[in-house]
């Protein structure tokens, strides 16, 4: 089943009861005025709109959930809250990844071993955005322990493929037109691959920009939370909202890799197509070599998460011997056999490579690279390749995901990435491209 995002947005495309949602029969009361309402899209009509229209906003969002989730499964529960306070995200709903912790709902890590299980408190990021005014309307679905076993949600661009993990759920119900934004969190590659996959922004700041308390770990050197909106516009504003420092567009050279990092032909082809697009938009690119850097930073990234990993698992492999999710019962296995001093030399590896990159940041201050290895793979028991995001993941610095314009089939995102907390340089840079891009012909990488 074949839906383009603007079908998603604009119309349902299934409709009935949904599986697992509960609590919020109370909320249908305005149903019929909120659906003779202009529904708010984005997260930047969102913010223009007036507090009455944000209510009735929600009141669509539940609506939409209702009538497409039994397909796309992209929540685990849907239970808005109460605002509690007021401020620049007042009454604008957004879901959470189900690793971060959120007091009163449900916080089951993707695992079925945590069926049921409830949050005690709220987590920082949770409380961050609750102070500002917005309504936590529920967790989405997480891959088990943010790894590797996928959960059930589906590509709401064609419910066949992989909406891509771990942030499956929360890419998904933003792409769906759900939510105006989510939250969800990369060690890998699990924020900016399912938004390449599914067609929309992704954004993962600098490492710890975002406060991690309360949030499931698996590599805390390299776990790092992110937000999805639809738009690059939507994602500045939002970082204008949380209190993040907005910046102002510069005008300066942007790097590109040649060759470029391993990847499939479909997505090899729209990367060329795409910088070729914006060379004769005026952009400025230059290129660049960077590939082997990756490669050892990805590699460096693999065995991190495996030595940490193993060691945040290690007690949960203990409790429940073959009963754990085996994808983490193997990562525990085998990271506790990496010893300490290659561990230790790895890192070393992270912040060579980082010194390395600092350099090109220097002359061209945001690099563009594929979002991911290629379109979303056909299938939900995997959930991708994260090897075109990892190596920013394990230097730290922000990167942020737009959609090529592509004319048809599966999504292909650009990634751009830039030095370490110069988020708001790569924000604009991000939106100025994307400009280009709504401007500009469509590419058939194909």
Request: charged content about 20%; some cysteine.
């Amino acid at each position: 089943m074949k839906y383009t995002r603007r079908d998603f947005i604009k119309t349902s495309a299934a409709v009935g009861a949904v599986a697992g949602i509960s609590e919020f029969a109370a909320l249908h009361s305005s149903h019929a005025a909120a659906a003779d309402s202009p529904r708010l899209e984005t997260f930047s009509d969102w913010l223009k709109a007036d507090r009455d229209s944000r209510k009735r906003g929600l009141e669509q969002c539940l609506q939409r959930i209702r009538e497409l989730d039994p397909s796309i499964h992209a929540w685990v529960q849907v239970q808005p809250e109460r605002p509690t306070a007021d401020g620049p995200l007042s009454e604008i709903p957004f879901g959470a990844k189900d690793i971060i912790e959120s007091q009163g709902m449900a916080t089951e890590y993707g695992s079925p071993l945590y069926k049921g299980r409830v949050g005690t408190k709220d987590a920082a990021i949770i409380h961050l955005m609750r102070s500002r005014g917005a309504i936590m309307l529920g967790k989405t679905v997480t891959t088990a322990f943010a790894y590797r076993t996928p959960g059930p949600t589906r590509n709401p661009r064609n419910l066949e493929h992989t909406p891509g993990g771990s942030s499956s759920g929360s890419a998904a119900a933003v792409a769906a037109g759900m939510v105006p934004f989510t939250i969800g969190e990369q060690t890998r590659g699990s924020m900016i691959r399912p938004a390449s996959y599914c067609g929309i922004t992704g954004f993962k700041p600098t490492h710890d920009l975002l406060p991690m308390e309360g949030v499931l770990p698996l590599a805390k050197t390299q776990d790092t939370l992110g937000l999805y909106t639809h738009t690059p516009a939507d994602m500045l504003a939002l970082w204008k909202a949380l209190g993040y420092p907005e910046g102002s567009e510069e005008q300066f050279a942007i790097g590109a890799p040649e060759p470029i990092p391993d990847c499939e032909p479909e997505m090899a082809n729209a990367f060329r197509q795409s910088v070729a697009l914006l060379r004769r938009a005026g952009i400025n690119i230059q290129t660049i070599d960077i590939k082997e850097i990756l490669k050892k930073v990805e590699a460096a990234n693999d065995l991190i998460t495996f030595y940490e990993g193993a060691r945040v698992h290690e007690a949960r492999l203990k409790e429940f011997g073959d009963r754990l999710d085996q994808p983490i019962a193997a990562l525990v296995r085998d990271g506790l056999k990496i010893p300490a001093e290659k561990y230790n030399e790895t890192m070393r590896t992270v912040s060579d490579g980082r010194a390395r990159m600092s350099e090109f940041f220097k002359s061209t201050p945001v690099i563009l690279t594929p979002a991911a290895t290629g379109p979303a793979p056909l299938g939900l028991s995997t959930t991708g390749d994260p090897a075109m995001n990892a190596p920013w993941t394990a230097l730290g610095t922000p990167a942020i995901t737009i959609p090529m314009p592509v004319a048809g089939g599966l999504p292909l995102g650009l990634q751009l990435t830039a030095d370490l907390r110069q988020d708001s340089r790569v924000l604009h840079a991000a939106i100025r491209l994307q400009e280009r891009f709504n401007a500009g012909p469509k590419i058939s990488p194909a």
